[in-house]
């Protein structure tokens, strides 16, 4: 048997998308909107005057970027399947969007991670919205060396302290 997956089981990932659809409905997001989006709702503060970070700051973070994808789609198609989640093909793509029962099934969870969770997705919203396919491209690119990279940096010093 494998290690459980904490944060990134198809509940937990599931969840997190259906947060980011709820606070952008009625409008659709694409998956690599989604992966952006979910990376940057539990590591908001690795964006200068974000909010706290939902989850540990850990060493290579920027590496979940990697593996949110597939993540992200289970969580999408549990949710979907219980008719919280549409999926929509069109011109561009695949996107997904919440449905007129996703804001009724959200009030029912009353745990403060789900509320955190919710008040970072209404900033991640805010902040990345409006941000072209491109511009979210250049964002992670600019900062992909740098989100989990202190922990490099402070390796370095605790080796060089410790010889």
């Not at 709820?22 to 909107?33: I, N, V």
């Not at 690795?46 to 969580?75: C, F, M």
């Not at 399947?81 to 029962?101: I, K, P, Q, W, Y």
């Not at 919710?118 to 250049?138: G, N």
Request: proline share 4%.
């Amino acid at each position: 048997m494998g290690r459980p997956l904490t944060f990134n089981g198809p509940v937990e990932t599931g969840l997190r998308a259906l947060v980011l659809l709820a606070e952008t409905y009625p409008a659709s997001l694409d998956m690599g909107r989604l992966v952006v989006f979910d990376y940057l709702l539990v590591h908001s503060d690795d964006l200068q005057g974000g909010p706290s970070g939902l989850h540990p700051k850990t060493p290579h973070r920027a590496g979940e970027l990697l593996v949110r994808r597939e993540l992200i789609q289970h969580g999408l198609n549990l949710y979907r399947s219980r008719g919280l989640v549409s999926r929509r093909f069109d011109n561009t793509g695949l996107s997904f969007s919440a449905t007129e029962r996703t804001g009724g099934f959200l009030d029912t969870l009353d745990a403060g991670y789900t509320h955190q969770l919710r008040e970072r997705a209404q900033w991640v919203a805010a902040e990345l919205e409006t941000f072209s396919a491109a511009d979210l491209r250049h964002l992670v690119n600019q900062n992909l060396g740098r989100w989990g990279a202190e922990f490099e940096f402070e390796s370095v010093l605790f080796n060089e302290g410790a010889g």
